[in-house]
């Protein structure tokens, strides 16, 4: 499985755009990089999946580059209740488990 | 939208007592999960299962714990003899092709 890296925390406000990269350098050619969120006490919840180039649906977009070798979730105009854990997590499509790593802990002020 | 369930919420036991979790998986669903998460840590796989059988398991999984699926809907995590450090949050997830959809969890404190 690949590994990934992600910063550990981000601080934004409410209203701006927020940017998580995550680095996948040992990608392989059928994995696929898939986003979930984490409120306290709740179990993760899916955000948005992509293999190549940008993938937008009604909550993020996904930003992957030819090399594939990171992305960036993009979460645009924050509120408070964004406020939660963000994990990028890379595997194949079919069968295999998620490796969670510590995620990136996003805290949106006012 | 459809989702998964996990009851009971939260369970209290008393160290070396026997603990089920149960979880309702999406219907259509072929691959299930269990993670666990102990507190301020990371999720962590536990076990998959599919076509009723264990597909994969971590080295958390030794021979304390056990999963099963039934019947046609449930599917169950065991704990046969529970630790101190088996306090965590449990998730199941299910998944049919694409993405995995986990469950709100069950919060489980040994005593």
């Known amino acids: 499985l690949a590994k990934t890296t992600q910063p550990i925390s981000m601080d934004s406000y409410e209203g701006q755009e927020v940017n998580i990269t995550c680095s996948h350098n040992?990608?392989?050619?059928?994995?696929?990089i898939t986003w979930y969120q984490q409120f306290p006490s709740q179990g993760p919840r899916f955000i948005i999946q992509?293999?190549?180039t940008k993938v937008t649906n009604e909550v993020a977009s996904l930003f992957i580059p030819a090399d594939r070798k990171s992305s960036t979730l993009s979460l645009p105009r924050v509120s408070l209740s964004d406020t939660a854990v963000y994990y990028c997590l890379v595997r194949p499509t079919y069968g295999q488990n998620f490796v969670f790593g510590p995620g990136t802990r996003l805290s949106v002020l006012p | 939208e459809p989702e998964v369930t996990q009851t009971p919420s939260h369970q209290v036991t008393q160290m070396g007592q026997e603990v089920i979790l149960r979880c309702v998986p999406i219907?259509?669903?072929?691959?299930f999960y269990w993670y666990r998460q102990i507190l301020g840590q990371k999720v962590e796989f536990l076990v998959s299962f599919y076509n009723n059988e264990i597909s994969e398991k971590s080295e958390i999984f030794d021979d304390q714990f056990s999963v099963e699926r039934p019947d046609g809907s449930n599917f169950t995590l065991k704990i046969r003899s529970t630790k101190l450090e088996d306090s965590a949050m449990y998730f199941c997830?299910?998944?049919?092709?694409?993405?995995?959809?986990f469950g709100p969890g069950t919060r489980l404190t040994v005593t």
């Open positions: 997830a299910s998944r049919s092709r694409d993405e995995q959809y």
């Open positions: 219907s259509n669903h072929l691959y």
């Open positions: 040992n990608i392989a050619t059928n994995d696929y």
């Open positions: 992509g293999y190549k």
